[in-house]
């Protein structure tokens, strides 16, 4: 079988989700938007797909992906690294993923079998949490502490067992103080048992951030993510030196698993965090190997059918999947025209499934898609 071409199809749909000064998302008036999906054909009719890619990076994935066989992902995936040197923003780690993701969705097709069972099937599901957007000043939104609050009872009545807050960043008021409240308004309403999480501004100094990580001790909560900017690997290991609580990280450090191993040697923090967006589930299962090696956790960024294929396959906590962003005038269980079904329906007990369709089991509304070109 020999890879006959890549391409990438191009779609607008309505969105609800608005960015503000320093790009997070909030619920604001409907507009349009554009979604991508990658291709890639072969001579034998099968093909594969995925969400993401752009057309600057067809040219470099022309060179290295026209008639070689799909199924040598490695080989491929080791091109594209090299490639990258030159090729800079044209094959960002995120179209790497893009790429790398249609070409295991391909190989479950070809096999007939879900890409976690290719992967090496560990569970069929995983105990998501509720991941919110970050603070705003909306009425009744993600306004106060007492609104986190409300929010954390209404997504534990939906069947979340863990939640995590991402409290306020600039343009609003991002105060250490401000943050903290918050944590202690949930942690007061959800009682002692409820996993909590936070990932607050990412631009706090050192000392800020060990002012919030010694409040969130207090609060008993389960980890503290990404409080200071991630480039500065020594600030993180002075914090988790002085924090009993598990610092996570990085998220958004580049340097796909290179980077965790530099962190993961230099004690920088105690949970890995890593996502198949950062160079596709190729990457992430070096990353995987990694940290079972130095016996360290990773948790997983972000959700969606790649990332749930990759907590299926993984034989080392990876605890949860992160389901979000969310928010209480925002319907995220509402269905995406794309899709017929979504990837990651929650369960009444707070589990969503790995899709069992072949390869990742996107299930493609065709009809939606082909009246929606651009
Ligand atoms: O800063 C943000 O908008 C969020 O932190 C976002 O990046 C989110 O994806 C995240 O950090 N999740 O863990
Ligand atoms: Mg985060």
């Known amino acids: 079988m020999k890879i006959q071409d890549i391409e990438v199809i191009a779609f607008k749909y309505t969105s609800r ?36 890619g752009s057309p600057a990076m067809l040219e470099a994935a022309r060179l290295v992906l026209v008639g070689e066989d799909p199924l040598n992902r490695e080989k491929i995936w080791q091109q594209l690294r090299r490639f990258q040197r030159l090729y800079g923003p044209q094959l960002h780690d995120y179209y790497l993923a893009a790429i790398d993701l249609a070409l295991w969705d391909l190989a479950g097709r070809f096999t007939g079998l879900p890409v976690y069972k290719l992967l090496g099937g560990y569970r069929d599901k995983v105990l998501a949490y509720a991941s919110t957007m970050c603070g705003d000043d909306i009425p009744g939104g993600l306004d106060t502490p007492e ?24 343009p609003y008021d991002a105060s250490p103080k401000r943050a903290v409240a918050a944590c ?9 048992d409820v996993h909590l999480m936070l990932d607050s501004h990412h631009f706090y100094s050192r000392t800020e951030a060990l002012y919030i990580g010694r409040a969130l001790e207090e609060l008993d909560f389960h980890w503290f993510e990404e409080p200071m900017d991630e480039r500065s690997m020594s600030s993180y290991i002075w914090l988790t030196e002085q924090l009993d609580i598990p610092v996570v990280g990085p998220e958004t450090a580049g340097g796909l698993f290179y980077t965790r191993a530099e962190w993961i040697v230099n004690h920088a923090s105690d949970i890995s965090r890593y996502s198949v967006a950062r160079g596709g589930l190729t990457a992430f299962i070096k990353c995987m190997h990694l940290c079972e090696a130095h016996g360290v956790a990773l948790e997983v960024h972000g959700g969606g059918h790649g990332n749930l294929h990759a907590l299926g396959a993984m034989g080392i906590p990876g605890e949860y999947y992160e389901r979000g962003l969310l928010h209480p005038f925002y319907d995220y269980e509402a269905p995406q025209p794309w899709l ?17 369709g072949p390869g990742l089991g996107l299930d493609l509304n065709w009809d939606y898609i082909n009246s929606h070109r651009v």
């Open 17 to 52: 989700l608005v960015r503000d000064k320093e790009g997070h998302a909030h619920p604001g008036p409907e507009h349009e938007a554009v979604q991508t999906l990658t291709r890639i054909t072969t001579d034998e009719g099968v093909e594969g797909y995925s969400f993401g």
């Open 147 to 170: 609104h986190y609050a409300d929010f954390a009872e209404a997504c534990l009545a939906q069947g979340y067992k863990a939640f995590k807050l991402h409290t306020w960043m600039p």
């Open 184 to 192: 202690e308004a949930v942690r007061k309403r959800v009682g002692p």
């Open 340 to 356: 017929n079904t979504r990837p990651d329906v929650l369960d009444p007990e707070g589990y969503v499934h790995v899709p069992q």
